[in-house]
C-alpha cells in the first residue's frame, strides 16, 4: 500500500535550520509531484513547496528565498530543507502526492522557539 514517512522535524532556535524527509513506497515514485504542506493547530493545512515528477519547483510566498524542495527517484525520497525559520512557522509538516488520490503521512513536528 501506499506509505509516505516523514521525518526530520524537531526543536530550533528562529533563524535555524531543518531538513525533512519523506520517503514514499508503494508508487511509481518517479511519476508524481509531491508536495510539503504544514498545518499548525486551529489553521488551515497550507501548500509550503512542490516539485514535479521532472523537478520543477512552487514555492509559498513565506518560503520563497527560504526553503528549498528537492527529490531523488532513485531513493524514493524528497526533502524539504528550510532556513532561517520563524517561529510563526512551527506546525506539523507533511508531504503528499499531488493530484492522486489522499495519501498523507503522519507528520513530523516543527517547532521554533523565539
Known amino acids: 500500500q501506499v506509505q509516505l514517512v516523514e521525518s526530520g522535524g524537531g526543536l530550533v532556535q528562529a533563524g535555524g535550520s531543518l531538513r525533512l524527509s519523506c520517503a514514499a513506497s508503494?508508487?511509481?515514485?518517479?511519476?508524481?509531484?509531491m508536495g510539503w504542506y504544514r498545518q499548525a493547530p486551529g489553521e488551515q493545512r497550507e501548500l509550503v513547496a512542490s516539485?514535479?515528477?521532472?523537478?520543477?519547483?512552487n514555492y509559498a510566498d513565506s518560503a520563497k528565498g527560504r526553503f528549498t524542495i528537492s527529490r531523488d527517484n532513485a531513493k524514493n525520497t524528497v526533502w524539504l530543507q528550510m532556513n532561517n525559520l520563524k517561529p510563526e512557522e512551527a506546525s506539523i509538516y507533511y508531504c503528499?502526492?499531488?493530484?492522486?488520490?489522499?495519501?498523507w503521512g503522519q507528520g513530523t513536528q516543527v517547532t521554533v522557539s523565539s
Open positions: 503528499h502526492i499531488e493530484n492522486w488520490g489522499d495519501y
Open positions: 508503494g508508487i511509481l515514485f518517479r511519476a508524481y509531484a
Open positions: 516539485i514535479t515528477r521532472g523537478g520543477s519547483t
